[in-house]
């Protein structure tokens, strides 16, 4: 199993989330974030935004799924044709177990 992180902009979260929803990945943890990238933040002016709002998306799936997200998520994801300064980031790691807190059960 795989844990997939993605932190992206908020305006691209709707879609990211139908697209995979419709891919078959319907289970997916989203949480609200705030932080800054490579580009420390945005300067206008005198003043720097360094805690720049985007939304963490959370998805654990079969090793042989990880290509199949990692694609929708920097496809939907991506300002443009080209992207831009942040887009986001995805993270990718290993799950040793997984468990069903109702049930026990061991797995996806």
């Known amino acids: 199993m795989i844990m997939i992180r993605a932190i992206v902009r908020p305006e691209k979260t709707g879609t990211i989330l139908a697209e995979l929803n419709s891919a078959g990945f319907p289970a997916v943890t989203k949480m609200d974030v705030v932080g800054r990238g490579k580009q420390r933040g945005v300067r206008v002016g005198e003043v720097v935004y360094d805690e720049i709002s985007k939304e963490l998306l959370m998805l654990v799936v079969r090793d042989e799924d990880k290509e199949d997200v990692i694609s929708i998520v920097s496809r939907y994801a991506k300002t443009g044709e080209k992207g831009a300064f942040g887009d986001g980031k995805i993270f990718v790691s290993p799950v040793e177990e997984a ?9 996806l």
């Not at 468990?99 to 797995?107: H, N, P, R």
């Open 99 to 107: 468990y069903t807190i109702s049930s026990g059960s061991k797995g």
